[in-house]
């Protein structure tokens, strides 16, 4: 569960670095991050890793909706754009169910399948498993009853601070519920722009840069919150409209199997 809750991370995004008071062993990561291979972003991946280097993050997960592309583009370039950040490679998965995050792909997971198979999916390729948003009521869930909260025993993390959350108690409810259930909780920005990156983000004990490393450092988990400004999540809107006028609407679902995308 979460280990503690620090304050809004406005004065870090005011100048301040969170390496600048920490000791050489703390990470800082935010573990979902939408760059314009989703259907609604904009962001270059440049943009994104640029952005997470200049606000002192030490590691960033792009999660496109039901794609990896984006996110390898990102890994390709950090080295020259952004040496001593680390890009993991991830992706928002749309389940029948409800929403999937897996970090440490090789290969997107399509869009469509049941929650089981897309863990399945995730687990086959080494990969671990978050659920986003859980009780965000106007974004697809995994716990829309209550049924549905024995898949937590089936996830590395759960998301118990979203900054996109802007409606209702879906947050608190959120780290209630990693409480509960003794559910690692993080904090994310799941920015869809690159004024959002690091609006909240996790810090952790270790290196979380592989899969082992940060299931290891979950349990660490400092979560630094804070909140998407109204008038940046006005962008989303846009970037739908433009992204369907590009033609890069949402992916179908398909149910054959994932599909290899070059490292």
Same mark, same amino acid.
């Given at each position: 569960?979460?280990? @503690? ?16 008071? =920490?000791?050489?062993?703390?990470? &800082?990561?935010?573990?979902? #991050? ?14 994104l890793v640029r952005t @997470? ?27 020259? #754009?952004? /040496?001593? !950040?680390?890009?993991?490679?991830? =992706?928002?998965? +749309? %389940? ?6 897996? !970090? &440490? !792909? ?24 978050g659920i986003p948003h859980? &009780? ?15 898949? *937590?025993?089936? #996830? ?7 900054? +996109?959350?802007? *409606? ?9 519920? @990693?409480?509960? %259930?003794?559910? /690692? ?16 983000? %996790? ?20 979560? #630094? ?11 989303? /809107?846009?970037?739908k409209v433009v992204q ?6 949402? *992916?179908?679902?398909?149910?054959? +199997?994932?599909?290899?995308?070059? +490292?």
């Open positions: 569960m979460p280990r @503690a809750f620090a304050e809004s991370s406005d004065q870090w995004l005011a100048g301040a670095s969170p390496r600048s008071s =920490e000791g050489p062993h703390r990470s &800082f990561a935010d573990l979902h #991050v939408h760059s314009r291979a989703s259907f609604d972003s904009l962001a270059s991946p440049a943009a @997470a280097a200049r606000r002192g993050l030490t590691h960033l997960a792009i999660t496109d909706h039901d794609r990896i592309d984006g996110a390898v583009e990102a890994r390709a370039m950090v080295g020259e #754009v952004a /040496p001593g !950040l680390t890009v993991i490679v991830g =992706e928002e998965i +749309r %389940t029948i169910d409800g929403d999937l995050i897996g !970090l &440490f !792909l090789e290969r997107a997971v399509p869009p469509g399948l049941t929650v089981d198979e897309a863990i399945a999916e995730v687990r086959a390729q080494g990969g671990l498993v859980p &009780f965000d009521r106007f974004r697809g869930s995994l716990l829309r009853d209550a049924r549905r909260e024995a898949l *937590v025993a089936s #996830v590395d993390w759960i998301e118990a601070h979203n900054a +996109r959350v802007a *409606v209702g108690n879906g947050n608190v409810r959120a780290a209630e519920l @990693a409480h509960r %259930t003794d559910r /690692p909780g993080i904090a994310v920005s799941d920015a869809h722009s690159a004024f959002e990156v690091g609006v909240a983000y %996790t810090a952790f004990d270790g290196d979380p840069s592989t899969a082992p490393g940060l299931l290891a450092a979950l349990p660490t988990a400092e979560l #630094v919150t804070g909140r998407s400004s109204f008038y940046v999540r006005l962008l989303t /809107p846009l970037a369907r006028a590009r033609g890069n609407g949402k *992916v179908r679902p398909a149910r054959d +199997r994932s599909v290899p995308v070059d +490292r």
